[in-house]
């Protein structure tokens, strides 16, 4: 079930135009502030702050959250009723003027002229993002540059548009359905055998990504669905945490938020390699042998073939999986050669 939670904008531009825009009276028919309501279409997974998505929600939580608006006036084609507002999310029930400042208000006439069309992202304001041009063209375009740090990287969210609204539409809440905009990254780590329990240790010491684009624009369309990727761009490196301890059959690190890259959907060019340095060690003797080895990202195979490509939305994990060949011996005995005899008769 969705959950939906109340929500409000503080308003970054005060509108100022003809008065069937807004209404300011105040008697208490016309005083009608406009509310968010916001789901996260899919499950949450990766977060940093309190001010963020939680692990494994897929619904925002009641306090500190908030969300950028857009909001449209009749055939307008520029976000000028609310241009990258900022909506702070709040308990059920909270009075709008706790939640933002200056309050919006529906139309009180119910007309096309005064319908409103509304479309958002999460986090408000997120590091990476450019908005110059959201808003614009109805629906315009953002672009997003990922952050090198896995723990700086933010879970970027667009909500489909929510068109054509009236007071009378929802009572007044605007319900957004938020998706996500970026790709979902794990690599992950396992032995094929348990080499532990016949004398052996295989640790990890480094791995890597290089020559990946980290920076891109998004087509805003109505639906986030017809929205897409294009324009990406950069040459980038991203080393990815490495367990600390020896490896083993279970693939390690789990799956926390601390290790998942939130990573620009793209084409995965033929440059991008996968990098890994480990450590196999003999615990009778402790000898150490250091291995490096690199593989083209585009050539890593599912059960649908290589993993040429990334998409918004996508969930990909990598699982790399070490074995060891060990020199192994085998002995077979020949027969006899068929007797000499030699004869002394005395």
């Given amino acids: 079930m969705k959950k939906i939670m109340i929500l409000a904008a503080a308003a970054a531009l005060v509108f100022a135009s003809c008065a069937k825009t807004e209404i300011t009276s105040e008697n208490s028919e016309a005083k009608r502030a406009i509310g968010f309501g916001a789901y996260a279409g899919r499950t949450i997974t990766k977060a940093s702050t309190d001010s963020y998505l939680k692990k494994g929600e897929s619904t925002f939580s009641a306090t500190n959250q908030h969300i950028g608006v857009y909001a449209y006036m009749g055939t307008a084609t520029s976000a000028t009723f609310m241009n990258n507002v900022d909506v702070t999310l709040k308990t059920n029930g909270a009075d709008p003027s706790d939640q933002y400042t200056p309050l919006?208000?529906?139309?009180?006439?119910?007309?096309?002229?005064?319908?409103?069309?509304?479309?958002?992202?999460?986090?408000?304001?997120?590091?990476?993002?450019?908005?110059?041009?959201?808003?614009?063209?109805?629906?315009?375009?953002?672009?997003?540059?990922?952050?090198?740090?896995?723990a700086d990287q933010v879970d970027l969210l667009l909500a489909d548009a929510v068109e054509n609204q009236y007071y009378s539409t929802n009572a007044g809440v605007v319900p957004f359905n938020f998706h996500h905009a970026l790709t979902r990254v794990l690599f992950q780590m396992k032995t094929d055998i348990d080499y532990d329990s016949k004398g052996t240790t295989i640790t990890v010491n480094s791995l890597n990504v290089t020559n990946l684009k980290n920076a891109g624009t998004f087509d805003i369309q109505s639906t986030y669905a017809a929205g897409s990727w294009g324009s990406q761009s950069g040459d980038k490196t991203?080393?990815?945490?490495?367990p600390a301890s020896i490896l083993t059959t279970t693939a390690a690190p789990a799956d926390e938020a601390a290790n998942v890259f939130l990573l620009m959907p793209q084409t995965i060019g033929d440059d991008a390699m996968l990098n890994i340095t480990y450590t196999i060690k003999d615990k009778a003797t402790n000898v150490e042998?250091?291995?490096?080895?690199?593989?083209?990202?585009?050539?890593?195979?599912?059960?649908?073939?290589?993993?040429?490509?990334?998409?918004?939305?996508?969930?990909?994990?990598?699982?790399?999986?070490?074995?060891?060949?060990?020199?192994?011996?085998t002995a077979t005995v020949s027969d006899w050669l068929a007797p000499t005899e030699g004869a002394w008769t005395i």
């Fill in 238 to 242: 991203y080393t990815i945490p490495v």
């Fill in 104 to 150: 919006k208000y529906w139309p009180k006439e119910e007309i096309s002229d005064n319908a409103i069309s509304f479309i958002g992202y999460y986090p408000y304001n997120a590091t990476g993002i450019d908005v110059t041009n959201f808003g614009s063209s109805k629906y315009g375009s953002f672009g997003f540059t990922v952050q090198d740090a896995v």
């Fill in 289 to 329: 042998t250091v291995n490096t080895k690199s593989v083209k990202l585009n050539t890593i195979a599912a059960a649908s073939g290589a993993i040429s490509s990334w998409d918004k939305n996508q969930n990909v994990i990598y699982t790399i999986t070490i074995g060891l060949n060990p020199i192994l011996f």
